[in-house]
């Protein structure tokens, strides 16, 4: 009698296993509160030992906006870093940032597939990215973009009762890559994969109640054009220049650059994306290859396919 080989079989499914789980994951840090020592502000935050950051914080009774800080480590000047307001790329809202030289680009987009060609500019709901001056900058190892997201609290992300609910958790997506994105004066512009050398993607946590302030409204008054918790009608990019850049960064440590232009891309109505029907909502939304919006946790096609051939294995293990 000839018998299975299951130590064979177990193998298969861990390698399924791990060659779908993010290599970021053991060098991620626990989620938790930070203070940036360049705009003081206290944020709620995800960072990675590689030099990736992001933090949030909210009013104590949300509604649309937030405010956020995204830094994302650089090789020669070039790379760019994203976070997802959902547990998966494709769906949610997704947030990316990179340099243009001295200049701070950063953009909303939506995936509709698992790879870069895949990503278009968001234009489900009214978005606004205006900046905070002090937090946003580019040095020789990091972009930093400090932002108010105005209208990020929508049917893409998570909604202000779900943010209200103190008790609750959601999970946010990231994504790096040290490779610089295609046309990097281009707020449209095509990204670099993040699988490979000085790229990084995963999953964490976020206590929506550990991210909410009293100070809210204070850190929201050093947001350039805000007003009432309203982003203003504005051009579909706008471009500032920044105060001298800081000099210190808490983690990662930065190093300073003479000036720097800021410009962040403030959509204030519903534009069309490739795939997409003019400002639908999600039972509406037709896209080429349909992925999912109601926001269940569901495992990357990736995952699906390698436990597929792992199980396909184990079988032929059993009848061997």
């Known amino acids: 009698m000839k018998y299975p080989n299951f130590s064979s079989a177990l193998t298969a499914l861990l390698l399924a296993w791990a060659a779908a789980t993010p290599a970021d994951t053991a060098s991620s840090s626990q989620p938790g509160l930070y203070t940036d020592v360049d705009t003081g502000i206290t944020f709620y935050g995800f960072d990675l030992t590689t030099g990736y950051r992001f933090g949030l914080v909210m009013p104590q009774q949300p509604t649309a906006d937030f405010i956020a800080q995204l830094v994302s ?67 020789n190892t990091h972009v930093s973009s400090t932002f108010l997201c105005a209208g990020c609290i929508n049917s893409d992300s998570f909604d202000p009762a779900w943010a209200n609910a103190t008790n609750r958790d959601v999970f946010f997506g990231y994504a790096y890559s040290q490779i610089a994105v295609e046309d990097p004066s281009d707020t449209n512009t095509n990204l670099s994969d993040h699988i490979g050398t000085g790229t990084g993607f995963g999953v964490f946590k976020v206590a929506l109640g550990d991210a ?109």
């Not at 060609?117 to 489900?124: D, P």
């Not at 204070?218 to 500032?240: F, I, N």
């Not at 930065?254 to 029907?277: D, M």
């Open 212 to 320: 909410m302030s009293e100070d809210y409204d204070k850190y929201a008054a050093m947001v350039e054009w805000h007003k009432d918790g309203v982003a203003p009608q504005q051009p579909a990019h706008s471009t500032l220049t920044s105060m001298a850049s800081p000099t210190s960064l808490a983690s990662p440590t930065s190093t300073s650059v003479a000036r720097a232009t800021v410009t962040t891309a403030l959509i204030a109505v519903p534009t069309t994306a490739q795939g997409w029907k003019d400002g639908c909502w999600e039972s509406e939304c037709e896209m080429p290859d349909g992925p999912d919006f109601s926001h269940r946790e569901m495992p990357r096609l990736e995952f699906i396919v390698l436990l597929l051939l792992g199980v396909v294995y184990l079988g032929q293990a059993l009848l061997s």
């Open 73 to 139: 480590p650089l090789t020669d000047g070039g790379g760019w870093g994203g976070v997802s307001l959902g547990a998966h790329m494709t769906g949610p809202l997704l947030i990316v940032t990179w340099p243009d030289g001295d200049t701070v680009m950063t953009s909303t987009r939506v995936a509709t597939d698992y790879t870069t060609a895949g990503v278009f500019r968001y234009g489900h709901n009214p978005v606004g990215l205006p900046p905070l001056k002090r937090g946003t900058f580019v040095n």
